[in-house]
């Protein structure tokens, strides 16, 4: 790691401590006892920096990203603690309000981005979601649904890349172009050979066509979690897999559909058709499961799926 | 400890009874590092007890910057027209 990726890990940290004392304790506490998570924040810091420059933006504008979506998240959970409901509506509601907004959406995808090192459930969804990546071969198509900063389109490209095609699909412009301007810096041969359309999931049908999807973040977004999931194994090829990330009693300004554990979620997934072959439970907060289930806190499910019949 | 310094005994009773320490001691200047237990998990719950003895609701942007004790303080006095 290059002293200058270390001094604007470093700038970017004290950035975010200067203005949050709460996200200092927790953040400094992540990273002393998970170093890889600091290391990470490192090659995360150094990949990303061509592309802030080559969108005119500085770690400063990071940092404030970060902290706004960390009181996004803080008010939405305070919404939760005193009605039981996510502040959104649905999902309409959630798009007109975020998604269709990229003054909002933009601060909100680069602070989900540097959350990934900094949060421990999302530093292990992306290492569940990189263990899963590497291990899938022979690709033909894959399908990003809900590509948001566009960080794992980018993983992908070089963990597991499709030897056909690449589809994105986001019903965020702002999403569409994040990830496009990030591939564009990081891997601009890569970038044209993408099929990139903004598109409602459920108006896109490809029957049996896809090996891989990815579904990270979006299932919470959608006000038929059931649909979407049979949606997408209408559109597996027999034996193709579908990574799914989703979560329960994760209170955020644009989630729609509240899973009340992530059991009921794992239940939804064998309804809809899937095979598990491998899902964990990755908890926001170190406390044991009956305890987050009963405060209802932010759990994640990630998962690796499978459609049967190959 | 001069009456710049003091919190109101309000928000000191708030963070007393929600991180169940008793004797606990606060002033403007006492950041999250200063106080076992004060995470942002209890953090949400200091800030619902505040909202319901204050009559307030925090926004994103209240939450997101929060340097020392003494800026939620000062949070609390605007939204409130209350000395907190």
């Known amino acids: ?105 933009r601060p909100y995808m680069l602070g989900l981005a540097v959350s990934q090192f900094l949060w421990s459930h999302h530093f292990a969804c992306k290492n569940f979601f990189e263990r899963q990546a590497e291990a899938l071969s022979s690709l033909r198509r894959i399908l990003e649904v809900g590509s948001g900063h566009g960080w794992f389109t980018f993983r992908m490209l070089d963990l597991c890349p499709p030897t056909e095609r690449l589809t994105v699909l986001d019903i965020s412009p702002t999403s569409l172009e994040l990830t496009k301007g990030l591939l564009r810096t990081l891997r601009p041969a890569a970038v044209d050979e993408i099929e990139f359309i903004e598109a409602d999931l ?71 058709g899937y095979e598990v072959v491998e899902e964990a439970y990755l908890p926001s907060e170190n406390l044991p499961p009956e305890e987050l289930e009963r405060r209802q806190l932010d759990v994640s499910y990630v998962a690796i799926l499978r459609k049967g019949g190959r | 400890m001069s009456d710049a310094d003091s919190i109101p005994p309000t928000v000191l009773a708030t963070f007393r009874a929600v991180l169940d320490q008793p004797d606990l001691e606060l002033t403007r200047a006492t950041t999250a590092n200063d106080v076992e237990g004060w995470d942002s998990l209890s953090h949400i719950q200091i800030l619902v007890a505040l909202e319901r003895e204050f009559g307030v609701r925090f926004t994103a942007a209240e939450i997101a910057d929060l340097k020392d004790l003494g800026s939620l303080c000062d949070v609390l006095a605007a939204k409130s027209g209350k000395s907190a």
């Open chain 1, 1 to 105: 790691m290059n002293s200058s990726a270390k001094d604007q890990t470093e700038a970017l940290l004290a950035h975010i401590f200067s203005r949050n004392s709460l996200q200092r304790k927790r953040i400094e506490h992540f990273h002393a006892t998970t170093p890889a998570a600091r290391e990470g924040l490192e090659q995360f810091v150094s990949l990303y920096a061509p592309y802030l420059a080559t969108a005119g933006l500085s770690w400063e504008t990071v940092g404030d990203a970060y902290l706004t979506m960390v009181g996004q998240v803080g008010e939405a959970r305070l919404h939760f603690m005193r009605t039981g409901n996510y502040p959104a509506r649905d999902q309409t509601e959630a798009r007109e309000q975020v998604y269709d907004r990229p003054e909002v959406m």
């Open chain 1, 202 to 272: 459920m108006t896109h049908e490809r029957p049996e066509h896809y090996d891989f999807v990815v579904l990270s973040e979006v299932l919470e977004h959608v006000d038929d979690p059931a649909g979407t999931l049979t949606h997408l194994h209408a559109q597996l090829a027999p034996g193709g897999f579908l990574y799914l990330n989703t979560c329960a009693n994760c209170p955020a300004i644009d989630h729609a559909y509240h899973f009340r554990s992530c059991r009921e979620i794992s239940s939804l997934v064998r309804e809809c």
